[in-house]
């Protein structure tokens, strides 16, 4: 089975970098063969490459930034998959890309599904949006897995803020009024792999209602205020108070949603694999130590 890779530096991205050579024969392209306006030098690569699934890991994901980029923001995440199911179409591959939470509003009072309709409340939100159905339009034979709450020992990241927080002050105001599942990357991408060998490549191995959008997260559900203290808890002799504080009383440029949480029932059910509880996944981000 041949994968190309897109986004290879992201978070997701390094943990597939990492588990799909045990797989398959993985190529992966650097970011001037991705460019949303060259779409050719996407192609190019991906005909000498003819891979029978492409997973785009790249995205736009400064939220608080994307409010003032939103060209920018648009093009990789809305443009830029639509380019790619395009190649994937040409070339008879399939297709996994990310997408988030933050396609919902956050008002529903329970996890969502992936029958809710989406409804946006900031530009990354609505650019992840688009690119879903950029996704949908050009491509069937895709799984478009929403994930949520990602952190990783690479990159910028609520995890690795926090440490560095609770090392420098003496008391850290926390938001408690959002829910969510932190992921961790790594998590993601072992479904990820799962989902693809379960899909199998020869064309009869899947059926088409496996094509489609899936939940993918960890299971169970926090607070930012309750993953800071998981992170506190963790850290030896960390004496830093976590204060609790609204949403309201924590400006950023993006709004967030509210209910950030996922029903992971659907990818669980269609792929026979149980997500891990996020505490046990912090836990093994400890276990693990240091990405290099
Ligand atoms: N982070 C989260 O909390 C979160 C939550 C829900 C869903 N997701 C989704 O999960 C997926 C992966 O997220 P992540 O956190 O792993 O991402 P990430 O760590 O921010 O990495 C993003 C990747 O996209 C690449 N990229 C950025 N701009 C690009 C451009 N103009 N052209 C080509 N490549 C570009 C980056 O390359 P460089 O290294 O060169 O910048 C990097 O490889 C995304 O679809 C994201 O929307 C993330």
Request: charged share 25%; aromatic share 8%; hydrophobic share 40%.
């Amino acid at each position: 089975m041949r994968v190309l890779l897109i986004g290879s530096s992201g978070q997701i991205g390094f943990e597939l970098s990492r588990l799909l050579p045990f797989v398959c024969d993985l190529s992966v392209l650097e970011k001037t063969h991705v460019e949303p306006a060259k779409p050719d030098n996407l192609l190019k690569a991906a005909e000498r490459i003819q891979p029978d699934w492409i997973i785009n890991a790249a995205a736009y994901t400064k939220v608080d930034d994307a409010e003032a980029n939103k060209d920018e923001a648009f093009a990789v995440n809305s443009e830029l998959p639509g380019v790619i199911a395009r190649i994937a179409n040409m070339l008879n591959s399939r297709l996994v890309h990310f997408s988030t939470d933050y396609v919902f509003d956050g008002t529903k009072p329970s996890p969502y599904f992936e029958t809710d309709p989406v409804s946006p409340i900031n530009v990354y939100g609505a650019s992840k949006a688009a690119g879903e159905i950029a996704v949908r339009q050009f491509l069937e034979r895709h799984l478009i897995l929403r994930t949520s709450w990602i952190y990783s020992r690479r990159r910028t990241n609520f995890l690795l803020t926090m440490e560095r927080l609770i090392a420098e002050r003496d008391q850290i105001p926390v938001v408690c009024d959002q829910l969510g599942a932190p992921t961790s990357a790594i998590s993601v991408a072992r479904a990820t792999v799962h989902a693809i060998l379960h899909c199998g490549i020869s064309p009869n191995e899947v059926t088409a209602p496996l094509w489609g959008s899936y939940h993918v997260t960890c299971s169970g559900e926090t607070s930012w205020h309750g993953f800071a203290a998981a992170i506190r808890s963790r850290l030896q002799g960390s004496k830093a108070e976590l204060k609790a504080i609204l949403s309201e009383k924590y400006r950023t440029e993006a709004r967030r949603p509210l209910n950030s949480r996922l029903s992971n029932m659907k990818f669980e059910s269609a792929f026979s694999f149980v997500m891990p509880d996020w505490r046990e996944a912090l836990d093994e981000v400890y276990a693990i130590g240091e990405t290099k």
